[in-house]
């Protein structure tokens, strides 16, 4: 099943997204620049919106925004990454666009150091608690052809009961050629009454950077899940960075984070998230 447009919306009484079935958005697209604010304009479109009594996503299912989010544009010599955290492209270099945390700025090759202004990147936004936006594309070389990664879908259910068993992901791309940053992740908002599952995954990761090891992963994305009672603690979460290659980033790509009401989903060795803060 395939979302178009913003304001689309599925409701009914019950939607159970079965073992090898998918529900996403049907494809990226372009927004505002973190350096060109108003060309072409801001515009969010292409999410998943479902509202129900009670949502299933069954084992093997599958609710996927990755890279669905803010794209770039590699067409006719230009390098510009969209999105409000969009990812810097400088020389030859492509860094990773923020979301949920800071991408990363700076590196070290043979020796040396390098640094580029935070300006250079875009800066982390969206609502911690209730997170709306798609992610950022990286950054991305002036070159034409595939270079920065896109950004993660966004992701917004609503419902009495939610029961995941399966995965809902909004993970950023990762950075194509030799110079592109991965995408940040995307946005998950999950209101409910009741939410549990057994071995379900839910995730907003960053996008890895290319092969370049002078490139940047992109950040981790947003979740949250606003519940009244949990009923089980059997999902995983992430928001991690994204995988940094080769020589070390001097400042790397921050994690994402995870909102939740209580500590009711809280154990003591926190084995169900990795990469959130």
């Given at each position: ?44 479109s292409n999410r998943v919106h479902l509202i129900a009594r ?224």
């Amino acid at each position: 099943l395939l979302f178009t447009n913003w304001t689309t919306r599925l409701c009914a009484t019950t939607i159970t997204v079965k073992a090898d079935g998918w529900i996403q958005p049907i494809t990226n697209f372009y927004g505002c620049s973190n350096n060109i604010a108003t060309n072409p304009p801001l515009e969010m479109s292409n999410r998943v919106h479902l509202i129900a009594r009670d949502l299933v996503v069954e084992s093997g299912g599958y609710i996927d925004a990755n890279g669905k989010g803010y794209r770039t544009d590699n067409t006719a010599n230009k390098a510009i990454a969209y999105g409000p955290g969009a990812g810097a492209s400088t020389g030859n270099r492509g860094f990773g666009g923020s979301h949920g945390g800071l991408a990363s700025i700076g590196y070290v090759q043979g020796g040396t150091f390098y640094m580029y202004r935070r300006t250079d990147t875009g800066p982390a936004y969206d609502d911690t608690n209730a997170p709306l936006a798609p992610g950022s594309s990286g950054g991305y070389a002036y070159q034409p052809g595939p270079g920065g990664g896109p950004g993660g879908g966004a992701i917004l259910l609503k419902a009495t009961n939610v029961t995941v068993n399966g995965t809902i992901r909004a993970d950023g791309g990762a950075g194509a050629n030799q110079y592109g940053g991965g995408g940040s992740g995307g946005a998950i908002y999950i209101t409910c009454v009741t939410f549990g599952g057994s071995n379900g995954v839910i995730s907003a990761k960053g996008g890895a950077r290319s092969s370049s090891n002078t490139n940047g992963g992109g950040a981790g994305g947003r979740i949250a899940v606003n519940y009244v009672s949990l009923v089980s603690r059997g999902i995983q979460f992430s928001t991690e960075p994204g995988l940094e290659h080769g020589e070390a980033l001097v400042c790397p790509s921050q994690m994402g984070t995870v909102w939740l009401p209580d500590t009711a989903m809280l154990t003591t060795n926190l084995t169900q998230f990795n990469g959130v803060r």
